[in-house]
């Protein structure tokens, strides 16, 4: 993202996010400036992380599987649903991230795709199938402009 100036830099505390941050932005925006955040982290897979789709399929049926990734409310055992995930990242960004946007600042923002998700519904005001729906594409940057509701 060069030649970009952020005013401020906000990510998840999740060391891929620092990576990717660090590679587009590092040279103009030192770590000391970043403000890392548990609220921007991916949703929690709870029992499900660390193991291979083999392993899922062996473990729970497949109804549970879809449902934990097709359902808004629906959560692996011991994780996030994508409400889960909703209740700590919109907080955050209302109140830390809009207000910025909303005075003009230009705000580097870098989370992960469920989160990405659910902050990109809220500012377009979708639905929650919607949100399900919308394809976010892995590092790829997506470019705000305007008020943002807060």
């Not at 994780?79 to 909703?86: A, I, L, P, W």
């Not at 399900?132 to 940057?141: D, Q, V, Y």
Request: aromatic share 12%.
């Amino acid at each position: 993202m060069g030649g970009y100036k952020y005013d401020a830099v906000f990510l998840s505390d999740l060391e891929r996010c620092q990576d990717t941050t660090e590679y587009a932005i590092g040279h103009t925006h030192p770590r000391e400036s970043w403000t890392l955040s548990e609220e921007l982290r991916e949703r929690s897979g709870g029992t499900l992380e660390g193991l291979t789709y083999q392993d899922i399929r062996k473990q729970f049926a497949p109804k549970y599987y879809k449902l934990w990734q097709r359902d808004y409310h629906e959560a692996p055992p011991m994780g996030e649903s994508f409400r889960d995930v909703e209740d700590r990242v919109i907080p955050y960004f209302k109140e830390y991230v809009a207000p910025l946007v909303n005075e003009g600042k230009n705000i580097w923002l870098c989370t992960h795709t469920i989160p990405m998700k659910i902050l990109i519904g809220y500012i377009k005001g979708m639905d929650e199938t919607a949100i399900m729906k919308l394809p976010i594409e892995n590092a790829m940057p997506y470019v705000l402009y305007g008020n943002v509701r807060t």
